[in-house]
């Protein structure tokens, strides 16, 4: 018997396939950002779901998957929630996006590995100083508005 939804592994896969071609701002494969959201999550005491949610984190956002797809995919409720939570729409406002990523149970740990990745200061220091400053102050509002500290 077929079992019902899609195990860590396959969401891995799954999310390594659909990201293959894209890079990051720093020119590295994507899927390096999301295997380093995923161990952060999983460092931070997140479950399963929260896991899954960040190695599915961007796929929507960034066209890598659809909408459709992740409405049909085999994926328990909460994982496709904080997909959507964590999918922020082009114009849309950071304190809406941010509200949203609040209101979902779950998500809040994910967007907090995403931060802390993207914020790398490691990461940062190979862009060059405009992209750097301007990432650096996004982050730190978005940290703002979702309550998290330093």
Not at 8 to 33: C, F, I, M, N, S
Not at 88 to 104: F, N, P, S, V
Not at 112 to 120: R, T, Y
Not at 121 to 142: C, F, I, S
Request: charged content about 25%; cysteine-free.
């Amino acid at each position: 018997m077929p079992h019902l939804t899609l195990t860590l592994a396959e969401v891995e896969a799954l999310a390594r396939e659909a990201h293959a071609t894209q890079t990051d701002k720093a020119g590295r494969p994507y899927a390096e950002h999301l295997s380093a959201v995923a161990a952060g999550v999983r460092a931070r005491g997140g479950s399963d779901a929260q896991i899954a949610a960040a190695w599915l984190h961007d796929a929507v956002e960034d066209d890598a998957l659809s909408r459709e797809w992740l409405a049909a995919a085999p994926l328990p409720p909460e994982v496709k929630d904080m997909v959507l939570a964590l999918t922020k729409e082009k114009g849309e406002a950071l304190d809406a996006y941010t509200a949203r990523i609040l209101a979902t149970p779950g998500a809040l740990l994910v967007k907090e590995s995403d931060l802390a990745h993207n914020a790398d200061p490691a990461r940062l220091a190979v862009l060059d100083e405009p992209t750097r400053t301007r990432l650096a102050a996004k982050y730190a509002t978005v940290r703002r508005l979702l309550g998290l500290t330093a």
